[in-house]
């Protein structure tokens, strides 16, 4: 037998014992070890998995795992190119060897999904892990990870997501680099990365002469020069505009590569910076103080750290005990002032906005979860039912009416998951588009179909359960409206008010169902949606692809708008607050923004930033009655929430299956009885999926939320309708 001095030597008997042909680049391993000890040096040993074979493992992991190899202490493993070693043979390998990991770089695109879910969800003691994959979408290392300080992830082109507790096993990591993936959602993405308590350096865009994380060296010659500049200035400026002013210039001339998707949305570094406030370098380039107070300026402008103007978080309880106590105790942004927007410190607003700051503060995921499916009520087999719009009841807090791709309207309580009515559907096949609840009769409702089919509905009258044919439905019938894209009732219910693929809108006689005008040429284009108001039966605004937004007087004549307000890009549709005060628009590829119902005056304007496509249709609505707006297209597969006033971001939530794949926005509203409660007409471009209506909270935990599986799709326009 070798003695303990000879690691080649012991290779070899192994070798023998196995009845394996040593391998060259093992012994050439053990040689670079056995010089580094003769220099006095820790011996470690670097593995290049693309020299060895599934025979080589065996004899090699009989010396690293012997008393005799104690003096080893370090195992560094590289894949480079390709490796003929099997998925088993890596594992095999990594686990014999996971407490004398240091460092493990795994760059071949070929690794297989298992292998990577079996990797991240298991142990992992190495101190440095660099991974490049195309098969993780999402990233979800659960396992043990806790000598880890540096994790690079550069050129995972598939990665689009963090999970919220993705980093919660690697606690000591201070390096993280993510450059090149598809990571897009910046206020989610912080919201995982916050929980990394040590996180010191962090990159989604690299400097070129730089493969780590660290400041780059070339920048420090850089900002000496600058300080000196800066020293010898003699112009009367202000420090705060003397440093605004140097780190723009610096940071104009610092030139990255590989960003991620999320280094081009607005504020990106600030916001990154104001939210990590440990964080000491971003993409290569150092933090500075005065950056890091300039980009808490910035943050504080552009976005909402609470709801409501809520500065620090606060605990439900604490809510409670304060107002048991009759004190607020509650920190704004600025001073209190008498015209700020939420002034009454007293009162049940008031508390209710609080309690809401303090649940929202501690759920960054909000809960997401499916209506339930209604296979179970059906008597045909497979019969699936396909949603295509929804509308809450405008009184009953329970319900939900739903009409389908094939026709079908589908009245449900969605908080139940029960089903109250069924009508097969309301003309020939043809897909529902317009939906609204009559105010003053709640048990009524009207449909329409893309196909011009306009029928008015009574629950009372509905089928409990599925039916198996198509059959004509007992509601009242209206005339024709060809093309019908969208359809409101105005708020004495007496009369309709239809639009579609043309340009004109009807008004009909909710009573009779007879056609009482056809207003023709309203605009140049097809009118998506028109909407009454909701405290005046005879006000309504028109949204056109033609770029314009139109207020309508009934009591006048129609040959002349009160006002036309128009936008860049063609108006995907338009609503009012439950107030009347203002009109929310929304045009195609994220042009939103807010005009004062009265004159058309802009009020807000909601800076979201464009995707350059023109296919990407957007819809906004409001949530919490006036205060926030929720935005979403179907292009993309988030929504944004802003305050209604200010126009902050206050959220984003980012929708995907449960396979980590994207899924996205077809149409939304916001819950009328629950703050900060919404639901969202999704889909996606795979056929496995079929469309779903999907409830979000935002102040309840996703930790609670369970997988549910997805059925077929099928893909009409998007453009359609509201």
């Known amino acids: ?87 088993e043979s ?13 460092v493990v770089d795994l760059q071949d695109l070929s690794l297989g999904k298992e292998f990577l879910r079996d990797l991240c969800q298991g142990s992992l003691a190495c101190q440095v892990f660099n991974l490049r994959s195309i098969h993780i979408q999402k990233l979800d290392m659960v396992g043990n990870f806790l000598r880890l300080h540096t994790l690079n992830l550069d050129f995972c082109t598939s990665l689009g997501s963090l999970r919220r507790d993705c980093f919660s096993c690697m606690p000591n990591l201070t390096r993280l680099s993510m450059c090149e993936t598809r990571i897009s959602n910046l206020l989610t993405t912080t919201g995982a990365l916050s929980r990394l308590p040590c996180l010191l350096e962090l990159r989604f865009q690299s400097c070129l002469c730089c493969k780590e994380t660290g400041s780059c060296p070339g920048l420090e010659g850089q900002q000496k020069l600058q300080t000196e500049t800066q020293e010898k200035d003699e112009t009367l400026v202000s420090e705060g505009k003397k440093a605004s002013r140097n780190v723009s210039i610096t940071l104009k001339n610092f030139v990255t590569h590989h960003p991620s998707p999320i280094c081009f949305e607005k504020h990106y570094r600030e916001y990154i910076i104001s939210s990590l406030p440990g964080l000491e370098v971003l993409d290569n380039f150092p933090i500075r103080m005065t950056e890091r107070e300039l980009a808490k300026m910035t943050s504080a402008k552009y976005y909402e750290y609470l709801p409501y103007m809520r500065r620090h978080k606060e605990s439900v309880v604490s809510v409670l005990n304060k107002r048991e106590m009759g004190t607020s105790g509650v920190h704004f942004q600025k001073p209190f002032k008498p015209k700020q927007l939420y002034p009454h410190r007293n009162g049940q607003n008031f508390f209710l906005r609080s309690l809401c700051a303090a649940k929202l503060g501690s759920s960054t995921w909000p809960l997401l979860h499916p209506l339930s499916n209604f296979n179970h009520t059906c008597k045909a087999e497979n019969k699936k039912l396909r949603p295509r719009q929804f509308e809450y009841h405008p009184s009953n807090p329970s319900l939900m009416v739903f009409g389908t791709l094939d026709g079908e ?72 409206f060809e093309q019908l894209t969208s359809l409101h009732v105005n708020s004495t219910d007496d009369q ?45 605004a028109t949204s056109s692809f033609d770029h314009d937004v139109k207020m309508w007087d009934l009591r006048q004549s129609l040959r002349k708008p009160c006002y036309t307000a128009s936008s860049s890009r063609g108006n995907v549709m338009a609503c009012f607050s439950p107030d009347d005060h203002y009109l929310l628009v929304s045009a195609v590829d994220n042009e939103v923004k807010q005009l004062l119902a009265a004159d058309g005056r802009l009020h807000t304007s909601f800076e979201i930033a464009s995707t350059g496509s023109p296919h990407n249709y957007t819809r906004s609505y409001y949530m919490n009655g006036r205060d ?57 471009t795979r056929p496995s999926f079929k469309w779903e209506i999907i409830k979000v909270n935002l102040l309840a935990s996703s930790d609670s939320s369970e997988e549910h599986c997805y059925g077929q799709c099928l893909q009409p326009s998007c453009c359609l309708g509201g």
């Open 1 to 87: 037998m070798a003695t303990s001095g000879s690691l080649e030597a012991w290779y070899l008997n192994s070798c023998r014992k196995h009845e394996v042909e040593p391998n060259s680049a093992v012994l050439s391993w053990f040689t670079q070890a056995k010089v580094q000890s003769s220099q006095n040096e820790k011996r470690s040993i670097t593995i290049s998995l693309d020299q060895l074979k599934d025979a080589d493992i065996l004899p090699l992991k009989d010396v690293l795992m012997s008393s005799d190899s104690s003096h080893i202490h370090a195992v560094d493993l590289f894949l480079e190119f390709h490796s003929d070693l099997g998925t």
């Open 90 to 102: 890596v594992v095999d390998l990594m686990n014999g060897l996971n407490a004398k990991l240091r």
């Open 409 to 480: 309207v589908v009245v449900t309580n969605h908080e139940n998951g029960k089903m109250v009515g069924y009508i097969p559907c309301i003309g020939a096949m043809s897909s529902v588009l317009g939906l609204c609840w009559l105010n003053k009769s709640p048990s009524k409702l009207v449909a329409g179909s893309d196909k011009g089919s306009l029928k008015l509905l009574d629950i009372n009258n509905m089928s409990p359960e599925v039916a198996d044919s198509c059959c004509s439905s007992s509601g009242a019938t209206f005339e024709d």
């Open 496 to 540: 309709l008010l239809a639009s579609g693929y043309s340009k004109g809108v009807a008004l009909y006689d909710v009573g009779s169902g007879k056609r009482l005008e056809l207003f023709s040429n309203l605009h140049r284009e097809p009118i998506n949606v028109a909407k009454f108001a909701h405290h005046s039966p005879y006000m309504f």
């Open 628 to 684: 926030y707006i929720i935005s979403g297209s179907c292009d993309e597969d988030m929504i944004r929430i802003c305050c209604a006033q200010t126009g902050k971001r206050l959220r984003d939530v980012y929708l995907e299956d449960e396979s980590g794949n994207s899924i996205f926005v077809q149409s939304l509203r916001g819950d009328p009885f629950r703050h900060f409660n919404m639901s969202i007409l999704a889909t996606a």
